[in-house]
């Protein structure tokens, strides 16, 4: 999992809590209480103050952190703190600034403090299991994300990243399951419409995976990523069929820079690995988001090289390492 990946629901977090900061407070109260009135007043006013002053701060500690300056950045948000001492998300922003900065204790500290809580707090608990998975420890990160799936009221970024960790075991099946219940525990879930069209393609379920874009597209329609993943899963779609209609081959690789990377790639293929999910992992090429997948060709419209290998494959057999332009390459014939 990529680090933009393992981070995308912190930075969301972020965005509510600007939103937060910026959103105006509501106290009750009867307006015939002139004494009660000025009360309020200067309760809404301090809060208010509170509320700019974090802000500020915020803001500050986020321009801090994006020049690498993370020991003032985490000086910046504590201030921030402590003018919002209750508000949770910024102690989760404080873990990624830790984290970011080597302190990684300080930022586990303030993460379960939040986690353990009777009522936990989702945010906390996903990044605790981000830090897992960004260790390797795919069963320990599991963990976290299946308390926040459980219950009436389901966190829908956990069944993301489940759906994720599936996905790159090779559990496809398992991660559409993820990614359909994180589009029905939300709705407006962009990212697992997304998530839920990409696997779908990479499934040669076209119909499917352009019914999940068109969602996303409806939701969020000056997404460019959205636009851009449909347009793809249409293309895909009708290379499909006219590949299928001709008869064209079909294969899959996977890319590495070195000869002994190819061939420790190609042992764990041979050894039961998944081709596609090592692929999306490993690959150099483009192709890695696709599963390795080239899509239909003719003869004549490949490298000679990569043709000449397909053509001696039989279908789902792999190929022993071959150079490539690009790199050294394990080829898997589809069709």
């Known amino acids: 999992m990529t680090t933009t990946k393992a981070r995308r629901y912190v930075w969301w977090g972020i965005v509510c809590l600007l939103a937060y900061l910026s959103a105006d407070l509501l106290i009750g109260g009867s307006p015939a209480?002139?004494?009660?009135?000025?009360?309020?007043?200067?309760?809404?006013q301090g809060q208010s103050v509170a509320r700019d002053s974090a802000q500020a701060c915020y803001l500050r500690a986020a321009q801090l952190a994006a020049a690498g300056r993370y020991a003032q950045a985490i000086a910046e948000l504590r201030r921030a703190m402590e003018y919002l001492p209750n508000e949770p998300q910024l102690r989760v922003d404080m873990a990624v600034l830790l984290t970011a900065s080597g302190d990684k204790e300080g930022a586990i500290r303030e993460l379960q403090s939040l986690a353990n809580q009777a009522t936990p707090y989702p945010p906390a608990v996903i990044q605790l299991g981000d830090m897992r998975l960004a260790e390797g420890d795919s069963a320990g990160a599991t963990s976290y994300y299946r308390r926040l799936i459980s219950g009436a009221n389901p966190y829908p970024p956990a069944f993301l990243r489940m759906g994720d960790i599936a996905q790159e075991q090779g559990k496809r099946a398992e991660a559409v399951r993820y990614y359909r219940q994180a589009c029905q525990a939300d709705s407006s879930f962009v990212e697992a419409w997304l998530s839920l069209g990409s696997i779908l393609v990479i499934m040669d379920r076209h119909h499917e995976a352009l019914a999940a874009f068109d969602r996303a597209v409806a939701i969020a329609p000056d997404e460019e990523m959205a636009t851009e993943l449909r347009r793809l899963a249409i293309q895909r779609k009708q290379d499909y069929e006219e590949g299928t209609a001709a008869g064209h081959m079909r294969a899959r690789m996977i890319v590495a820079r070195t000869l002994q990377e190819a061939q420790n790639l190609r042992q764990q293929v041979l050894a039961g690995a998944?081709?596609?999910?090592?692929?999306?992992?490993?690959?150099?090429?483009?192709?890695?988001?696709v599963g390795g997948d080239l899509g239909f060709f003719a003869e004549g419209e490949l490298i000679p090289v990569f043709e000449q290998t397909v053509k001696a494959l039989r279908p789902g057999q792999i190929s022993e390492v071959v150079q490539l332009p690009s790199g050294y390459a394990i080829i898997l014939r589809v069709n």
């Not at 209480?33 to 809404?44: E, F, K, T, Y």
């Not at 998944?274 to 988001?289: G, H, M, V």
């Open 33 to 44: 209480n002139a004494q009660g009135s000025i009360m309020q007043r200067a309760v809404i």
């Open 274 to 289: 998944d081709f596609i999910a090592l692929a999306k992992r490993y690959s150099i090429d483009p192709t890695s988001e």
